[in-house]
C-alpha cells in the first residue's frame, strides 16, 4: 500500500470513534419527556425486547432488514471492540473483529472500518471489497463526511489494482491465477487484483500447459484468450535441406549408372562386331591371321574401347552418386521441434504485437519490416 494512502487513512482512524451515525437506531435510547426546572431527572427508560422488534418492523434502513435485535446487539459489540483494537493500531485483530461483526450484520460501517483496518495490512483488494460493501447503500449509512472519505479512498486503491479478464475456451480446463484454480472452462474469469507481475496458467486433460507472466500496471484492464494446444498442434518437423535435395542425388546416380548399362551394352555389341570382322579378316588372309586390317575394323575396336571406359566411368560416378544419396537421405530424416504458436503468428505475418491495455483503451500495437 503507498504511503500517501495510509497517511490519508490514519486521519479518518484518529477521527473514528463509534460512527455514532452507524450504529443501529433500535439501540439508541429513546427520548423521554423533558422534567421542569428543579425537578429530579428520570432514569433514562431501558430499551426492551419489544422496544427493537418494534424499531426493526419500522426500521426504512435496507441494511437493517431481516437482522433480528439479537444480532443487532452482537454485531454492536464486536463493532465496538474493533474499534478499541483498531484505535490501538493492533489491525490484525480488529479485522478478525469486524469480520466476526459481519457474520452478525452485514452494516456498511462495518465493512468501512474493516477497510481502515486493511489498509495498514497492506490489502488492496480485500480494502477495495470492503469499500464498496460500505458505500452500497450511499451516504446515510455512514454520514456524508465518512461516504466521501470512502470514495476518495476507493478511488487511491484502484490505482494499484489492476482488473483482469481472463478467457479459456476449452471444456474443462483449469485457469490458474498465481497458484489457485480459479475457473473450470468454458469461461471468462474476472477480478480485481494487485498490480505486478502474475502467473497465468491454462491446463487440461491432452493439451500442452499454456503459462503467461503478465506485469500489469495499476489501473490497467488486461483481457486476455489463454490458447491451449495439442501436441501435435505444437510439433514441426525440420530437415537439414529440402527432401528433394538426395533424392535428386540418388535419381542422378541411377541415371548415370543407366546410362553406363547402356554404354557397357553397346561396347560389349562393339566388340563382338569386332572380333566378328577379324575372324572374317583371317579367312581371307592367306597367313592364316589379319595382318592387314581395315581402319573400319579399327574403328569398331576404337568405338568398342571408348564406350566401355565411358561405361566403366559411369557405373563409377552413377555408384557415387547413389550412395551419395542414400546417405543424404538418412542425413536427412526429419527431427521433431516444439514451437511458440505466438511468436510464429508473429514471424509468419512480419509483425511484432503487443497489446495496449488502459482503463479507456484496449487495442495492438505492432512494429515490423515492410
Known amino acids: 500500500m503507498s504511503r500517501p494512502l495510509v497517511s490519508r487513512m490514519a486521519g479518518a482512524v484518529c477521527a473514528l470513534s463509534l460512527i455514532a451515525g452507524s450504529a443501529p ?14 425537578e429530579p431527572q428520570a432514569p433514562p427508560k431501558q430499551v426492551t425486547d419489544a422496544d427493537l422488534a418494534k424499531a426493526q418492523q ?15 446487539r452482537t454485531a454492536l459489540s464486536l463493532f465496538n471492540e474493533g474499534n478499541q483494537l483498531l484505535r490501538e493500531s493492533i489491525f490484525p485483530k480488529a479485522v478478525e473483529k469486524y469480520k466476526e ?4 450484520w452485514d452494516h456498511p460501517a462495518i465493512h468501512y472500518n474493516l477497510a481502515l483496518a486493511l489498509v495498514n495490512l497492506d490489502k488492496p483488494v480485500e480494502m ?7 458505500m452500497a447503500f450511499g451516504a446515510p449509512p455512514l454520514g456524508e463526511d465518512k461516504f466521501a472519505r470512502a470514495k476518495d479512498f476507493k478511488l487511491l486503491v484502484e490505482k494499484q489494482l489492476a482488473n483482469v479478464e481472463y478467457t479459456v475456451s476449452v471444456a474443462g480446463a483449469k485457469l490458474i491465477f498465481d497458484g489457485e484454480e480459479v475457473l473450470t472452462g468454458p469461461g471468462t474469469w474476472s477480478a480485481l487484483v494487485r498490480a505486478g507481475e502474475h502467473q497465468v496458467a491454462a491446463r487440461a486433460a491432452g493439451y500442452v500447459p499454456t503459462q503467461l507472466n503478465p506485469k ?36 542422378a546416380g541411377v541415371v548415370i549408372a543407366g546410362v553406363g ?20 579378316c583371317a579367312a581371307a588372309d592367306p ?22 571406359t565411358m561405361a566403366f ?28 504458436p505466438f511468436a510464429e503468428d508473429a514471424k509468419a505475418n512480419g509483425v511484432a504485437w503487443t497489446p495496449l491495455l488502459g482503463p479507456d483503451l484496449a487495442g495492438l500495437s505492432a512494429a515490423g519490416r515492410f
Open 313 to 340: 566411368t559411369a557405373y563409377a560416378l552413377g555408384g557415387i552418386a547413389v550412395a551419395t544419396g542414400v546417405a543424404l537421405v538418412v542425413i536427412n530424416r526429419p527431427s521433431a521441434y516444439r514451437i511458440d
Open 287 to 308: 597367313t592364316g591371321g589379319c595382318s592387314m586390317r581395315t581402319p573400319t575394323v579399327l574403328d569398331l575396336k576404337s568405338s568398342a574401347e571408348t564406350s566401355q
Open 25 to 38: 437506531a433500535a439501540l439508541a435510547q429513546p427520548d423521554g419527556p423533558t422534567p421542569a426546572p428543579g
Open 128 to 134: 477495495h471489497a470492503s469499500l464498496v460493501r460500505a
Open 261 to 280: 548399362a547402356l554404354l557397357h551394352t553397346s561396347a560389349k555389341s562393339s566388340f563382338e562386331d569386332y572380333d566378328k570382322a577379324v575372324r572374317e
Open 216 to 251: 500489469l500496471g495499476g489501473g490497467e484492464t488486461s483481457r486476455l484468450e489463454l490458447k491451449l494446444f495439442t501436441d501435435a498442434e505444437l510439433t514441426r518437423e525440420k530437415r537439414k535441406m529440402p527432401v528433394w535435395v538426395p533424392y535428386s542425388v540418388l535419381g
Open 58 to 72: 419500522e426500521d426504512q434502513r435496507p441494511w437493517a432488514k431481516g437482522v433480528s435485535p439479537d444480532q443487532q
Open 101 to 104: 461483526a459481519l457474520a452478525h
